[in-house]
């Protein structure tokens, strides 16, 4: 079973950046993503972005399209978000998802889950 860190959490202010940084057990060759759960009770997780295992197909939720990007060094087994001009509205905790699936349109969730990493910011 792969097991799935995230890191890259923290606090910042409207505009700032962070890079967001998923660390798998071993080497993956499945689709890892980031999905988001804001605070408040009976907030849904959200999808956020996903890449496959070569690389070369990405998929970004049109909230984030232009601000965040994902990446990923197989050679280090990590994926990467960048996130760039960054809104109180992304504040939420950040999950790493693990073996999901490309469909048209949408991506799902595959059944491994790091343990989230708080982004916080402030307007």
């Known amino acids: 079973q792969v097991q799935l860190i995230e890191c890259g959490g923290g606090l910042v202010h409207t505009g700032g950046s962070l890079r967001l940084s998923c660390a798998a057990s071993e080497h993956t060759n499945a689709p890892i993503a980031w999905f988001r759960q804001a605070p408040g009770e009976g907030e849904e997780r959200e999808f956020v972005a996903a890449i496959s295992r070569s690389g070369s197909v990405t998929r970004l939720a049109d909230s984030v399209k232009g601000r965040f990007t994902i990446s990923r060094d197989n050679a280090k087994n990590i994926v990467y978000l960048q996130m760039n001009s960054l809104k109180p509205e992304d504040t939420a905790v950040y999950s790493c998802?693990?073996?999901?699936?490309?469909?048209?349109?949408?991506?799902?969730?595959?059944?491994?889950w790091g343990q989230g990493t708080q982004v916080t910011v402030s307007s």
């Open positions: 998802n693990g073996n999901g699936l490309f469909a048209t349109g949408t991506f799902y969730a595959g059944a491994y």
